[in-house]
């Protein structure tokens, strides 16, 4: 595979902001103080993580209103098979949207045996120009506290 297919782009570190349980995201940098980048299928990623957290829309004022994705609808759902169907649903939506995603293999929503208002996604997708299938893992959250 070519890697430079999947692109590069400026690190993002995704954290949980304790308060809210949601997703949190600061630049990262090198230990010589550089913005530290991200390439390949880290890239890819990444982009998959941001793009699932964007809501639909959020960004048409920049020329971009089908970026993103339908999650947030979400919030506040009963976390029952009908919502983990619609997550799934959701997530397959937007990652078909990814020109840099080949196939979708696999999406996967479960519920943490530690926090029955969140899901686990956990998917698998095969990157362009590979057979190798990548895999992601992240909560969503369908409650904020």
Known sequence: MDEELLGKDLSILLEPYPDTRGLGADLTITRDGDLEVVDGRHNLGQAIFHRLLTRRGELAD???????????????????????????????????????????MNIRVTVPEDNRHAVIIDLSVTPIRSSVPMNLVFPYYLEVD
């Open 62 to 104: 920049i020329g971009h209103p089908d970026y993103g994705s339908r999650l947030h609808e979400l919030i506040g759902e009963p976390n029952n098979q009908e919502t983990r169907d619609l997550v799934r649903l959701y997530v397959k939506e937007c990652l078909s949207q990814e020109s840099r995603v080949q196939d979708i």
